[in-house]
């Protein structure tokens, strides 16, 4: 329990976190700081190309065997079964609407790309190594929690729309084609194409990630302070919940699956997390009727600071205590 703390009291004053910190203090003040959407854009695509491309020549460093196979097997799984779990909670807790608890359960079998960068800087902070290929693992884990999500709605003869547009922000999402893409060219060109542009990968990441992190906060922000009164204590008391269960699933997993202590972290924060990109797109689509202000208040106001500040040393330090490092 002292080793957690101390890891929480660690992560809290670096300059990551108090770059969110800063951008939600500043959100809750009504000051007018913002960072320019073209700017945040930019940032974004900077840090899924970097993390993108650093795993994909990380696997071409470790090549391919059955353990990555398996992970990749196991992280669609979780995507998959994540939200039936999250939605069971979400019944018990609260009394939000079939399709609004449907909505906020696919965010929780997705996943947070940024979540999932803060912990390999924490990791790479920490010295412990982690298999590269996990970033393929986030990218599998996107989609599918948007079709579970989609069968709670039907099972309870709610109507859902699955035309080609669903298919499309699913697949071709952006987010999601850049971390494939890259990882594609990481592993491709491997460590000789990683130290062609390892200046521009590997030095600037921490600093990018400080300024998005930063428009992560006032967004936050924003959307707890409007959305002040629609959440109840159980939804609140579900952020949290939801991401420790999910990391005990993704621990057990990782263990199952033989990976590394930097490797189970990792699985445990992907499971443990909940998209607010992928997602949120694809509910406007498939379903329009469920309330934005409850599953991006969730995932981004109360899940994402939740593992940004404990959850992640909690991951650590469990994933260490098991694993005997």
Same mark, same amino acid.
């Given at each position: 329990m002292t080793e957690i703390f101390s890891l929480a009291a660690d992560n809290?004053?670096?300059?990551?976190?108090?770059?969110?910190?800063l951008g939600l203090v500043a959100s809750f003040a009504r000051s007018d700081l913002s960072i320019p959407e073209a700017v945040a854009k930019g940032l974004s695509i900077y840090l899924l190309f970097s993390i993108g491309f650093k795993g994909g020549a990380g696997v071409a460093a470790h090549g391919i065997d059955a353990t990555l196979v398996g992970s990749l097997i196991a992280g669609i799984i979780l995507s998959f079964a994540l939200p039936f779990i999250a939605y069971g909670y979400l019944r018990i807790l609260t009394r939000l609407p079939t399709i609004d608890a449907a909505a906020v359960a696919a965010h929780y079998g997705s996943i947070s790309i940024v979540t999932f960068v803060a912990a390999t800087s924490v990791l790479e902070g920490r010295g412990i190594p982690s298999e590269g290929y996990m970033v393929a693992v986030a990218a599998v884990m996107e989609a599918p929690a948007i079709l579970s999500a989609l069968w709670l709605v039907m099972r309870s003869g709610k109507s859902a729309d699955v035309e080609e547009g669903l298919w499309r922000e699913i697949l071709l999402n952006g987010s999601i084609v850049l971390l494939i893409g890259a990882f594609l060219i990481g592993w491709i060109t491997g460590e000789d194409g990683l130290r062609e542009i390892e200046a521009f990968v590997v030095a600037p990441f921490k600093g990018a990630l400080c300024l998005f992190l930063l428009d992560m906060g006032l967004v936050a922000g924003r959307g707890l302070r409007e959305s002040r009164?629609?959440?109840?204590? $159980? &939804? /609140? =008391?579900?952020?949290?919940?939801m991401p420790v269960t999910g990391s005990l699933i993704g621990l057990a997993t990782a263990l199952l699956l033989g990976l590394s202590t930097g490797g189970t972290v990792l699985m445990m924060v992907l499971a443990a997390s909940a998209s607010y990109i992928a997602v949120p797109a694809a509910m406007r689509v498939a379903l329009p009727d469920a309330n934005p202000s409850i599953y991006l208040t969730l995932s981004l106001g109360v899940t994402f600071p939740f593992n940004l500040?404990?959850?992640?040393?909690?991951?650590?330090?469990?994933? $260490? &205590? /098991? =694993?005997?490092?």
């Open positions: 809290l004053i670096s300059p990551i976190i108090l770059s969110f910190v009164g629609i959440l109840g204590v $159980g &939804a /609140v =008391a579900f952020g949290v919940l500040t404990l959850g992640i040393p909690l991951y650590v330090a469990l994933a $260490g &205590a /098991v =694993a005997g490092q």
